[in-house]
Structures are given as structure tokens and as C-alpha cells.
């Protein structure tokens, strides 16, 4: 069979027989990468298998017949890890943990293959590390187990040989970018590799049943390394977040079959590697200033569990004829939105002066109740009127100035008065929400716009 030069893209899989700087699939610029395929065989030289037309082989089964094992999810008793998987990690499941060099991929999944080597049998196939060295990092971690097997390999199909006779409970794969197909001319790492592996795996999981976590590395943009069809075919899709400057780390579900795909789990990096930090709120408020302006207490949901972290605002005049807006665990666009706002309805000059904000501990969030914490934040930086400390703001801010409902309210409102805050605003529509006769141990404020929000500061 002849071989031909392809060029596929890594974000849509967009071919073509010739490069282009921009992908006429998907427009993304410089992502065809040239890949070597094997001209398939013509149709009549194609073996094509008989049709099974007897009774005897139809495999499908009733839904209704289905009975689902009662050990279905794999317990690694790292509570943090389990919560983001759903409770445990599913056999015959494929996850995908990605995140930066150096952020701890690797000591989190032998640390998992220690919690689980008392019980389960393991197999951590490295293609860039040898046994010595893995021995090495797992002495550090103090891990050692009878049932945890090292195989330093990178080719696919050897690795799946040794699946088959060793009959691992978990496999590990570090990293999916260094396994090749030695069917396949291409070289490792390119999009036909990463997908034709992905697909042995993913077979090897569900014919075994056996549990793959797969480590994939990122490109400068903080994607998945490879195809994005690549987070299509596994199960679970994980993230590890945080900068490498602070040790704590965030592990977020972008994707879940088996779960939400809203849960966190927070880790602190230690010489003796993760550790489980259970209380989250405590931890990114521990450093708290007292007294000083622009700064402000939130609480966001990340799945089931409610987290208070501080927004801080630094507001000073600018000497360059455009202002900067600079903004570190917010959307960049959010943040302008409401500095917009603030200048429009309260008439704030910001249009003279350089905003900063940021969400101390490392956090990032997304869900639009930091709204008002952060208007509140911002009101105090430009009038340099510090915000009581006791004060937790929860809330979504219109484009007119309104103060709009969130979820979970009550959950929020019992974390804050667990932590010891004693006065907390919501929007006035969860306010009228809100059983009467229910004591909540704080006064709650409602807020119906940035008007309200006005008297804190009067």
C-alpha cells in the first residue's frame, strides 16, 4: 500500500492534501499538521465479514435485563479526587487528566496508586520516565505496594499485551503524547497516534473492565495536546489548575459521564506531595487584610459545595491615555461590563483610572454571583472606603444596575455564618424566597440595585 502526506487539524480534524496557515473547517490558524497514512485498499480487495442473520448471535440485551454491580465505583479514599469523579472511579471507564508541566499530574495518580495498591491491582505504564526514576519519585511519596506494576513502554500494542495477561483493576498511562502504533508511519504525538492509541485503550477498558486514566500534556493555549475529538471518546475529562508560584492546586470535571461536571477538589502541594484540603473557604480566607479598601467577601458554588474566597479591587489613576484593565481569576470581559455599569448608573469616573482585580488564593471563577462582590470591591478602591469585614456579598448585576436571583442560596448563607460573617446581602428576589420563621444566625440584607449597595459607604 502507498503512503500519502495528509494535513489534519488539531481542532476540528479538517483535512486536506495540502497546508494551509488558516483551516478552512474550523478558521483556526497554523493547526494542520502533516500526518503519513496508508492509501486504503479498494473496495474489491476489501475482506468483508458474512452477515450473522441467526438468532443465536444477536448480543444486544434488554435494558431491563442490565443488573449493575454494586461495586461499580472504585473508592481511592482520597475524598477530594472522588468528589470530582462522581464517588469513585468507574470500572471500564477512560478519564483524561490534563494540566501545565510541573503542575502534579504525575505525583497525583501514584499517589492514587498507592491509596488503591492494598486492594486493587495496578498497572502505571511511563513512556518518560524509567523504573528507577518512578522508584525514586514513589520513595519521596513514601509509596511502595506488592499490587503496583511498572511497565516503561511506549509502544501500544505491547502495552496492550501486557493488559491483557497482567488483567489490571487501573491502568495508567503517562503520557498519551508519548505512545505510538508501530502500524502506523506517522511519528508520536501527532493526531492519527494520539487518536489510533486512544481507541486501544478505550477497547482495552471496556472489553476488561478495567479503569484507564490517561495523563494528557497542553499546548501554549492550555488545550489538550492533539485532536479534540481526543476529550470526545473518553469518559471523564479532568483539569489540574493553579499557578506553579502558589501551592495550592484545583482539580477541575470539564467533562463526566458518571457525574457532575461542576465539582472542584482542592489540593495543597507538600514535600510529601497533595494533600486534601477539606475546607477551602478557610483556607483562601486565612490571609484576609483588615480595614482596607477594595476588598470583599463572596461565596460561589462549585458543584455542591459552597466556597467563599476574597476579591480584591486596586483602583488608581492612570498615567496613559487608554486605562488598564486588568483582571486575574475573572473573565476580562466581565470585569469591564461592570466597571461599565458602575460608571453609567452611579456615575464612577473609571474611564480615568487603571482597575485591578483579582481573586486572592489562586481561585477562578466563572458564575456571574461574584457580581456584586465585586462592584462592591470596586466602590471601595475608588472611594477608599474599606468594607466591613463582616459583610459576605452575594449576587448578579444587570446592565441597568439591577441586582438579579442565584441558586443555591441558602447553601451559601450557611456557609457564611459557619465561617463567623454576620451580615449578608442577597438579591431581593431570593430574599422574598426565603422561609420568614427560619433563623439563619445573620442579618440578611437585600439588595435590589447598585443604589443599596450605596449605603455601605454613605
Not at 508560584?245 to 472542584?264: D, M, P, W
Not at 438579579?404 to 428576589?429: D, Q
Request: proline share 3%.
Amino acid at each position: 500500500m502507498k503512503s500519502k502526506s495528509l494535513f489534519i487539524c488539531t481542532e476540528c480534524g479538517y483535512r486536506s492534501t495540502k497546508w494551509y496557515g488558516k483551516c478552512p473547517g474550523c478558521d483556526s490558524w497554523n493547526t494542520l499538521e502533516e500526518n503519513n497514512f496508508e492509501e486504503e485498499q479498494t473496495t474489491a480487495s476489501r475482506k468483508t465479514k458474512p452477515l450473522r442473520l441467526t438468532k443465536d448471535s444477536i448480543s444486544s440485551s434488554k435494558l431491563s435485563d442490565i443488573n449493575v454491580p454494586d461495586n461499580i465505583r472504585i473508592l481511592t479514599k482520597i475524598n477530594e479526587f472522588d468528589r470530582v469523579l462522581g464517588g469513585g472511579i468507574v470500572q471500564g471507564s477512560v478519564v483524561l487528566l490534563s494540566g501545565e508541566p510541573g503542575i502534579g499530574k504525575s505525583t497525583m495518580l501514584l499517589q492514587v496508586c498507592a491509596s488503591l495498591g492494598h486492594a486493587q491491582k495496578l498497572l502505571y505504564v511511563s513512556g518518560e520516565e524509567s523504573q528507577g526514576q518512578i522508584k525514586l519519585r514513589a520513595k519521596r511519596l513514601e509509596i511502595d505496594s506488592d499490587k503496583l506494576y511498572i511497565l516503561t513502554e511506549t509502544e501500544i500494542n505491547d502495552i496492550c499485551d501486557e493488559i491483557e495477561l497482567l488483567s489490571p483493576d487501573v491502568v495508567i498511562i503517562d503520557s498519551i503524547q508519548t505512545m505510538y502504533d508501530d502500524s502506523s508511519s506517522s511519528a508520536p504525538g501527532t493526531v492519527s497516534q494520539i487518536r489510533n492509541c486512544t481507541q486501544q485503550l478505550i477497547k482495552q477498558a471496556k472489553t476488561n473492565n478495567c479503569a484507564v486514566m490517561i495523563v494528557g500534556h497542553v499546548n501554549k493555549d492550555g488545550a489538550i495536546a492533539g485532536p479534540k475529538i481526543l476529550e470526545h471518546m473518553v469518559d471523564t475529562v479532568l483539569y489540574f489548575e493553579g499557578e506553579k508560584q502558589h501551592c495550592y492546586r484545583i482539580l477541575r470535571a470539564v467533562k463526566n459521564r458518571f457525574g457532575s461536571t461542576n465539582e472542584i477538589g482542592v489540593f495543597e502541594m507538600q514535600e510529601m506531595g497533595l494533600c486534601e484540603v477539606e475546607n477551602p473557604s478557610e483556607m483562601l480566607l486565612s490571609e484576609r487584610s483588615n480595614q482596607v479598601s477594595g476588598s470583599c467577601t463572596l461565596c460561589v458554588m462549585e458543584g455542591s459545595r459552597p466556597i467563599l474566597a476574597e476579591i480584591q479591587a486596586l483602583v488608581s489613576t492612570t498615567a496613559y491615555p487608554a486605562p488598564r484593565r486588568m483582571a486575574s481569576g475573572l473573565d476580562h470581559n466581565r470585569v469591564s461590563l461592570i466597571t461599565a455599569v458602575l460608571e453609567k448608573r452611579l456615575g464612577l469616573r473609571f474611564s480615568s483610572q487603571d482597575v485591578y482585580i483579582n481573586v486572592a488564593g489562586g481561585l477562578r471563577i466563572d458564575e456571574p454571583s461574584s457580581d456584586l462582590a465585586a462592584c462592591i470591591a470596586l466602590i471601595s478602591g475608588i472611594k477608599d472606603i474599606p468594607v466591613p469585614d463582616d459583610i459576605v456579598a452575594i449576587g448578579e448585576i444587570g446592565l441597568s444596575g439591577e441586582c438579579r436571583g442565584v441558586g443555591f442560596i441558602e447553601n451559601r448563607i450557611n456557609e457564611a455564618v459557619r465561617l463567623g460573617f454576620s451580615r449578608i446581602l442577597i438579591p431581593h428576589k431570593n430574599y422574598l424566597k426565603l422561609a420568614k420563621n427560619k433563623k439563619f444566625g445573620a442579618e440578611i440584607i437585600p439588595v435590589k440595585s447598585l443604589f443599596d449597595v450605596l449605603k455601605l459607604f454613605v
